[in-house]
Nanobody
Framework: QVQLVESGGGLVQAGGSLRLSCAAS????????RAWFRQAPGKEREFVAV????????DYADSVRGRFTISRDNAKNTVYLQMNSLKPEDTAVYYC???????????????WGQGTQVTVSS
């Protein structure tokens, strides 16, 4: 059974940092694009960051560019999201995803984790 499991969420003050991890099991995703999305209450799930399987390409939402960094370790089948200078508006459930193509469109991803809550207090 294929699973993506996020961890590392929590409560942090504005200006603080968190590092999210997403470990995959059940198959290897070394040739898959990996991405992070987030969903705040009452809002649609939105793109946060994406990384190609070769690590040669990354992209970020404008709202997090310069503050968040996506990385991956294919040997561990794991993708990370380092989040610095967090703001209250970053509060959301963060989801990791895997898919065959580099895309910011959530419809391009067929594998999803269950999500991890990130709450940033002001």
């Amino acid at each position: 059974q294929v699973q993506l499991v996020e961890s590392g969420g929590g409560l942090v003050q504005a200006g603080g940092s968190l590092r999210l991890s997403c470990a995959a099991s059940g198959r290897t995703f070394s040739t898959y694009t990996r991405a992070w999305f987030r969903q705040a209450p009452g809002k649609e799930r939105e793109f946060v960051a994406v990384i190609s399987w070769s690590v040669s390409s990354t992209d970020y939402a404008d709202s997090v560019r310069g503050r968040f960094t996506i990385s991956r370790d294919n040997a561990k089948n794991t993708v990370y999201l380092q989040m610095n200078s967090l703001k209250p508006e970053d509060t959301a459930v963060y989801y990791c995803a895997a898919g065959p193509h580099l895309s910011a469109d959530r419809r391009a991803y067929s594998y999803w984790g269950q999500g991890t809550q990130v709450t940033v207090s002001s």
